[in-house]
């Protein structure tokens, strides 16, 4: 089993910065790709940033340039970066993690960005 525990989301200005933090504990071992999804009232689950075991990134166009993941494996930590933030961000973020064949979500975060 693996735990995910979000931080770091709250209400920012549109142009402006947050930082998303993910705790991974349990078997945190073994797992390939952690990263975050975020969802919208009323829209589907996307992906935001993931990383996996050998750091290589992923990032949706919609967010490329503007945020960025990272990790602290010496933490367990995940953290993702937002800068020049749009109100069209306003989301719930997850983190995320698989660990072969199994899923893990965190409890998520609220992010808005007011115009």
């Known amino acids: 089993q693996v735990q995910l525990v979000e931080s770091g989301g709250g209400l920012v200005q549109a142009g402006g910065s947050l930082r998303l933090s993910c705790a991974a504990s349990?078997?945190?071992?073994?797992?390939?790709?952690i990263g975050w999804y975020r969802q919208a009232p009323g829209k589907k689950r996307e992906l935001v940033a993931a990383?996996?075991?050998?750091?290589?990134?992923n990032y949706p166009d919609s967010v490329k340039g503007r945020f960025t993941i990272s990790r602290d494996n010496a933490k367990s930590t995940v953290y993702l970066q937002m800068n020049s933030l749009k109100p069209e961000d306003t989301a719930v973020y997850y983190c995320?993690?698989?660990?072969?064949?199994?899923?893990?979500w965190g409890q998520g975060t609220q992010v808005t960005v007011s115009s």
């Open positions: 995320h993690a698989n660990r072969g064949p199994e899923v893990y």
């Open positions: 349990g078997s945190t071992f073994s797992i390939n790709v």
């Open positions: 990383i996996n075991i050998d750091g290589i990134t």
